[in-house]
């Protein structure tokens, strides 16, 4: 078994399609909440057995290693089918128990415009599954609960971020947890016109931190964006410099 159960209740919950997905998208964040002290955890909601490198164990092995490279707490796959996610009332339901168990106050879904049809899918289902989560009437055998807040990863999406996280300390280790999936980025002949190279990855991803980074001001950044309109107690204290 190679899922992490280190924590009961978690502060924030990041919930994708497939494992890797966190690292690419908000890994960083992950780390830099896990940081400050707060409870961090992953929901996966396939196993991967649908991917062209590895097998859906080989990559369990790898989202536990990962995690552990991220500092989360909890870690854990859903059955869903890999490539054929689809928003019923049952796959609410597995992701309500979820929900009610581990509490999180901040929910992350990936951004509801997506290239990946299960990327898209999980913004709206992960959304449905956490409203479903506060009915009373829905019985999983734990207490009703519905998260404070949900923002989504945006990384991927060509949409203005509502926000940026600044990841300049942990964007090292973020690419670390990337590689623990051997798997799927280790340079192999397997799939080799489907996957890009080591060099490449580390590149890109790299580049996409920084430029997400240079819209806050800041190095290294994954961008985010939330539904709700901010509020703010102090003017003085907005961070960003205008000019
Ligand atoms: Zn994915």
Redesign the pocket.
């Known amino acids: 078994m190679s899922d992490i159960h280190e924590v009961a209740h978690a502060d924030v919950l990041a919930i994708?399609?497939?494992r890797?997905?966190i690292e690419q998208t908000c890994g960083g964040t992950l780390l830099r909440m896990a940081a400050r002290g707060l409870r961090t955890a992953i929901l996966d909601l396939t196993r991967g057995e649908a991917g062209t490198r590895g097998t859906a164990e080989e990559r369990g092995r790898e989202a536990a290693e990962a995690a552990k490279l991220l500092g989360v707490g909890w870690r854990d796959a859903l059955d869903l089918p890999d490539g054929a996610i689809e928003n019923t009332f049952d796959n609410r339901v597995k992701i309500a128990r979820v929900l009610r168990q581990l509490r999180p106050r901040v929910v992350i879904l990936p951004y509801w415009q997506a290239r990946?049809p299960?990327?898209a899918i999980v913004a709206t289902l992960g959304y449905e599954a956490c409203f479903l989560a506060g009915l009373k009437k829905i019985e999983t055998g734990t207490e009703p609960f519905r998260p404070f807040k949900i923002v989504y990863a945006s990384l991927y999406a060509d949409v203005r971020p509502s926000f940026i996280v600044d990841i300049t300390p942990f964007v090292e280790r973020r690419h670390e947890a990337l590689m623990a999936y051997k798997s799927q980025y280790a340079n192999q002949s397997s799939g080799g016109s489907l996957f890009v190279p080591l060099e490449e990855i580390r590149e890109r991803t790299f580049a996409e931190a920084r430029h997400y980074g240079l819209l806050a001001g800041v190095q290294y950044g994954e961008p985010f964006v939330q539904k709700e309109v901010g509020l703010i107690d102090d003017l003085t204290l907005l961070p960003v410099q205008s000019i």
């Open positions: 994708a399609a497939h890797d997905d990946h299960d990327h």
